[in-house]
């Protein structure tokens, strides 16, 4: 009796563990592009990416809540630079953000990741 309740609760942490240590992420972006706005000085870039095909997904760990925008200098870190919500700054289906107050003749380079309801980050990003 002793040996079937030892192996009743290794299964039962085996199967805790495995639910708690998923691979599961959502999908990035599929693409986007990083523009300069031309009506302004120079100081402004314009970023547009797709959405998530997970926005749609009935599992809270993948389902898309918001998209995090990373920016960085060539040479230098990537640094969170806004969230944008699901639904916000939409033009034409694809989501939008201006970034504000840039050098004048710096290079960017930018990322999109998604992130779900539970905080979940996907590992793969969009990139411009």
Do not use: H
């Amino acid at each position: 009796m002793r040996l079937i309740w030892s192996l009743v609760f290794i299964l039962m942490v085996l199967t805790v563990g495995s639910a708690l240590c998923t691979d599961e992420t959502p999908s990035p972006p599929a693409t986007i592009v990083v523009s300069d706005r031309g009506s302004d000085d120079g100081s402004k870039l314009r970023v547009e990416w797709s959405p998530s095909p997970d926005e749609k997904s009935t599992n809270p760990v993948l389902r898309v809540e918001r998209y995090r925008i990373m920016r960085r200098e060539i040479g230098g870190q990537f640094e969170e630079v806004e969230e944008v919500f699901v639904g916000e700054g939409m033009e034409k289906g694809r989501y939008v953000y201006i970034d504000s107050n840039l050098q004048l003749g710096k290079r960017y380079i930018y990322r999109v990741y998604s992130v779900s309801e539970k905080d979940v980050v996907s590992k793969g990003y969009a990139g411009g």
